[in-house]
């Protein structure tokens, strides 16, 4: 009962979301962007995003949490036409929509450059297997270096989650705020999903440790 009341909640937001506006294709992406994003290695045939719809509760430091439906459509290639419903800590909605490059990336049609950037980096992630981030993600700028260490259940993340994680150790040098120190990550690739989730990330300063965290609190598939 509980999981068919919030199968019929996401699928109220989705439909909500639908209504505002047209989602965003890689057909409104500057052809430099595009260009930036498949010499990441993140899109790619063979690699194909099953559209489906999650529910993410974000926290921040200084902040109270947010939550995110987050819908991304279909893709062939991993870049997902996406929109999302966020609820703010003081209740209002902010509404997006963006593509989704496997869940790493957020473009827009205004935007000139990526937010984060990828390299040495192969698909399908399978443990030992190692690459580079850097860019900007939560007000953070990060520049480190990956390590896929281990694969586990989905589940452990969400109970709906379907198929396996592989769980990836980041560490690098981050800024925040006009602070530097040394940043951990934990990114997570969901192999049935063929997407990427930053779930954790903590930055250890002079003047204290910041923790930025993501969970899944609901998921399901759009079909």
Known sequence: MRRA????????????AGARAEPVTIDDIAPEVVEAVR?????????????FTWKLEQRRPFRGPRTTVETLTASADGASPAQSETT?????MEYSEYLSVRGLLRLGPNDKTLGITASGLALPLVPGRQFKLSG?????????ACTARSRVPATQLHESLPGDAVLIDCAGEGKYRG???QVTSEVVWLAKLNVFLDRHDVFDSP???FEFSRAVLDFRFND
């Open 88 to 92: 703010l800590p003081d209740g209002r």
């Open 39 to 51: 010499a990441t290695g993140l899109v790619g045939a063979g690699l194909p995003v099953r559209g």
């Open 207 to 209: 003047l204290g440790r």
């Open 136 to 144: 900007e993600r939560d007000g953070m700028v990060l520049d480190q």
């Open 5 to 16: 009341a919030r199968a019929l909640t996401l699928a109220l937001l989705v439909a909500c």
């Open 179 to 181: 602070l530097t120190a």
